[in-house]
């Protein structure tokens, strides 16, 4: 009797010391699957693909989106900031570039300024006669002359934005509340001008009120620059009825009239949609 008391006191000891030692393994081996899980999770937090609030696609990310855009045909390049274009119903419209402003080549009282015929060239070669091109309007769409205000785009790239790069043109005519790309404008022109590219290579030349080509640095471009334009002298004008005509200097209207384009020849006028005044 008193052998199986003492085997059976030996069997609960055991059964006990098993017991402790499986639930003393147990909590052991709890810390563990804590600690892989924990890098797991940060790393998936670090992912910035997945929430797109990541800071790598952030800087990736333009300063401001397009808006909404139409295409449009070229007619014609007026100069570096003013464009002619043809709209899908076949209603043409003049164009004045937002933000931007760049040396006068057709202006009816002002010769043609330094770098104004290089930014007339260089808008176009990025838009050819024919060529389509975005456009994004801008807010309220026109200036008090009745042009269409907007942004232009070739092939995905921005035409006001090349201007300014290329030091072709100055920010300018800044108005609420087209406004959009304003602090991305001003960085570039900043960055031409410290290159001192094109307007910015002459010294005092581009200013906050406009282009002064009367400074002694610039004298001498003026001058080849009028010499130059002195044979575009053929004035185009719409009348109240919107026909286009044009006046050349031997024409009895001719001293009295107020030309919206200038042309160097009957041809060019011909070209961009005018007839010759009959008097």
């Keep these: 009797m008193q052998n199986?008391?003492?085997i059976s006191k030996h069997a609960v000891w055991l059964i006990l010391m098993i017991f402790l030692l499986t639930g003393c393994q147990q909590q052991e081996q709890k810390p563990v699957p804590e600690q892989e899980s924990?890098?797991?999770?940060?790393t998936e937090d670090k992912q910035p693909t997945d929430s797109g609030t990541g800071t790598?696609?952030?800087?990736?990310?333009p300063k401001e989106a397009k808006g909404k855009t139409f295409?449009?045909?070229v007619v014609k390049v007026v100069d570096g900031d003013t464009v002619k274009i043809k709209m899908d119903n076949g209603q043409e419209e003049t164009v004045r570039l937002l933000l931007i402003d760049t040396?006068?080549?057709v202006h009816p009282s002002k010769p043609v300024q330094p770098y104004g015929k290089e930014a007339s060239q260089f808008a176009k070669k990025l838009m050819p006669a024919g060529s389509h091109i975005e456009?994004?309007?801008g807010i309220g769409e026109r200036d008090k002359y009745g042009r269409l205000l907007a942004y232009f785009y070739v092939n995905g790239e921005s035409v006001n934005k090349k201007l300014l790069e290329n030091g072709l043109a100055r920010v300018a005519y800044v108005y609420a509340p087209n406004?959009?790309?304003i602090d991305e404008f001003r960085e570039l022109q900043e960055q031409a001008r410290q290159k001192e590219?094109?307007?910015w290579s002459l010294e005092n030349y581009a200013t906050a009120q406009g282009f002064d080509d009367s400074s002694a640095s610039t004298v001498a471009e003026a001058d080849e620059a009028i010499s130059e334009s002195s044979s575009c002298e053929i004035k185009g004008n719409i009348n109240s009825r919107g026909e286009k005509i044009y006046h050349v200097p031997s024409g009895q209207y001719y001293g009295i009239t107020k030309p919206e384009e200038m042309f160097c020849t009957e041809a060019e006028a011909e070209e961009a949609g005018f007839r010759k005044s009959q008097r």
């Design 4 to 6: 199986a008391l003492s």
């Design 56 to 61: 790598e696609l952030n800087e990736k990310e």
């Design 135 to 137: 456009v994004e309007p």
């Design 179 to 181: 406004t959009k790309y």
């Design 197 to 199: 590219l094109g307007i």
């Design 38 to 42: 924990t890098p797991a999770v940060n």
């Design 71 to 73: 295409l449009a045909t």
């Design 103 to 105: 040396p006068e080549t």
